[in-house]
């Protein structure tokens, strides 16, 4: 599993705080299409079931973040984004690999999360993962119009 010493040189892999609301709704706007009021970020980061982090550079900048929350025993990836310029690099898989590793320790049994039908890099990522289909969520996406498949992966042996 890929963790924060694998990430590119320079990179660090660090946990939400409110000081990442702009960039994180910034990098979701770009790379989700997704940009949400500040006020929305706030309160998920308040919420004591949510577990977040961010890819930061060495300059500061923001690249890459994860926001999943562990409910009892099922985790939820809310929201996976990484720039542009940064992907195929291992980010996304680093911030999955912590939040396994998150949500395990939270007692989850199972991780579940939906993906754009036609996002077909996030798709192989969480099929790496060892994801599997469950269930379609037909025109679940805004701009541009998308269906959601439901991707599961048990968490226990």
């Known amino acids: 599993m890929a963790t924060?010493?694998?990430l590119p040189p320079?990179?660090?892999l660090i946990p939400m705080t409110d000081t990442?609301?702009?960039p994180i709704n910034w990098l979701a706007g770009e790379?989700?299409?997704q940009s949400r009021p500040v006020a929305d970020w706030e309160r998920e980061l308040a919420d004591p079931a949510l577990h977040g982090w961010v890819v930061v550079t060495e300059a500061g900048r923001v690249v890459a973040f994860l926001q999943g929350a562990v409910v009892v025993d099922e985790a939820e990836v809310r929201h996976l984004a990484v720039a542009g310029e940064w992907r195929r690099q291992g980010l996304g898989y680093a911030l999955m690999g912590t939040f396994l590793s998150a949500a395990r320790t939270a007692g989850a049994v199972r991780m579940v999360l939906e993906v754009r039908a036609h996002g077909r890099a996030a798709q192989q990522l969480y099929r790496r993962l060892g994801f599997a289909q469950v269930g379609v969520r037909r025109r679940y996406y805004q701009g541009p119009p998308d269906d959601a498949?439901?991707?599961s992966l048990a968490l226990t042996d």
Do not use: K, M, Q, T
Request: charged share 20%; proline share 0%; hydrophobic share 55%.
């Open 149 to 151: 498949l439901v991707l």
């Open 4 to 6: 924060a010493d694998r």
């Open 20 to 22: 990442h609301i702009a």
């Open 10 to 12: 320079g990179c660090s």
């Open 31 to 33: 790379a989700l299409e």
